[in-house]
């Protein structure tokens, strides 16, 4: 997971779950020295209808979070190539 940009979405039966990703996968994937984006969209079993999300704050925190993915990819990558032209 090293230098790599990690966004994360969690699905669960009640709200009283949220935490869980927060305080125990989060400080894993620092410790694993990923770039956590530190947004999370946590979907609930209600949010769901037929399996498809119907909640329409949760398909624009989705596309956020994808716009935010990828802009924090292509700005870590840059920032990765210009660190490595200093060093030769």
């Known amino acids: 997971m090293r230098d790599k940009v990690v966004s994360i979405v969690v699905t669960a039966g ?3 779950h949220y935490l869980v990703p927060e305080m125990q996968l989060k400080p894993i994937l620092s410790y694993m020295k990923a770039q956590v984006l530190p ?3 946590f979907i609930e079993g209600q949010d769901f209808n037929r ?3 119907e909640n329409i704050d949760i398909h624009f925190r989705l ?4 716009e935010d993915t990828v802009l924090m990819t292509e700005v870590y990558q840059e920032f ?3 660190q490595e032209a ?3």
């Open 14 to 16: 009640s709200s009283k």
């Open 63 to 66: 596309e956020k979070l994808v």
């Open 80 to 82: 990765k190539r210009k």
């Open 51 to 53: 399996h498809e999300i």
């Open 39 to 41: 947004e999370i969209v």
């Open 86 to 88: 200093l060093l030769f």
